[in-house]
């Protein structure tokens, strides 16, 4: 799909505030536009509302969208802003919104809770309903354009888009770019590398010839990045979690579903993250 925009989410929260200006400079790094999205569903969760009611809240959605432009167009003066307020139910107004879109940016408490209009379900629903990146912003005061970009990986699963969105992102923040795969050895190993106490070397060593190996297409496409690949022994997700301490942005994939049953899972190791990472999260969808 061609360059047009990246969409931000808001909902008059201090967490979807800070998820704007992340969106900003994210697309002031692109070179495109930025569309704030405001999402009322009021009046598809109520009977109809009183003319006077629904003039109020009217008002307080044009003011929302006004304000948030006006303070961003302070940080940036040469980007392009539009506004946009819609009526519906959230995660399939914003999945529309995401699918013409670049990428999709919302603010996020962290922690199970996601701001405003997205709690639990629906938060899962938005990343899962669109195979756009979504980018999960928390609040905070440090400055979230620093630090390295950090990737979760599986050495068993095709990473060719986590790897192109990562090895792009890192190429315009001019940043490193650590690769994180954590594993644990299997029952079988756990018990062979008591008779044979070279086994887990072994296996440490292929791990990181196909780490090594992994990222050489993008490399050769982006030789200013400086790549740091790692393979932590434990739990993937306490792993991608651990590097990204210090990180700009943590980049995890979720499976593509086609199937109605699956439902809106997002994967355990990227629910995890997106829990727990005080540093914004992109998921992006992948076969």
């Excluded at 199970?112 to 899962?124: M, P, Q």
Aim: charged share 20%; with cysteine; glycine share 6%.
């Amino acid at each position: 799909m061609a360059t047009t925009h990246i969409t931000a989410g808001l909902d008059g929260s201090r967490e979807s505030a800070t998820a704007a200006r992340w969106a900003a400079r994210e697309a002031e790094l692109r070179g495109i536009a930025l569309n704030l999205v405001h999402v009322d569903e009021r009046l598809e969760q109520h009977p109809p509302q009183q003319v006077s009611s629904t003039e109020i809240t009217r008002r307080w959605d044009e003011a929302l969208l006004r304000d948030a432009t006006q303070d961003l167009r302070r940080l940036h003066p040469d980007l392009e802003i539009t506004t946009q307020s819609l009526r519906g139910f959230p995660s399939e107004t914003l999945c529309g919104a995401a699918d013409t879109s670049d990428m999709l940016v919302l603010g996020s408490r962290g922690l199970g809770t996601i701001a405003g209009y997205l709690v639990g379900s629906v938060a899962a629903a938005t990343i899962a309903g669109t195979q756009q990146p979504v980018v999960l912003v928390r609040s905070a005061d440090t400055d979230l354009a620093d630090g390295p970009v950090v990737v979760g990986v599986d050495i068993y699963q095709r990473c060719d888009k986590l790897l192109a969105f990562v090895f792009d992102e890192a190429s315009r923040r001019s940043c490193t770019l650590r690769v994180v795969y954590g594993w644990s050895a299997t029952p079988v190993y756990s018990q062979a590398r008591i008779l044979t106490p070279g086994i887990q070397e072994q296996i440490r060593h292929g791990i990181a010839t196909v780490m090594d190996e992994m990222p050489s297409p993008w490399r050769d496409k982006y030789p200013s990045v400086e790549v740091n690949p790692t393979h932590p022994m434990g739990q993937a997700a306490i792993q991608i979690l651990d590097a990204s301490s210090d990180a700009a942005l943590v980049v995890v994939g979720r499976r593509i579903r086609e199937a109605a049953a699956i439902g809106t899972h997002i994967g355990a190791i990227t629910h995890a993250v997106l829990h727990h990472s005080a540093a914004p999260v992109a998921v992006i969808a992948h076969d």
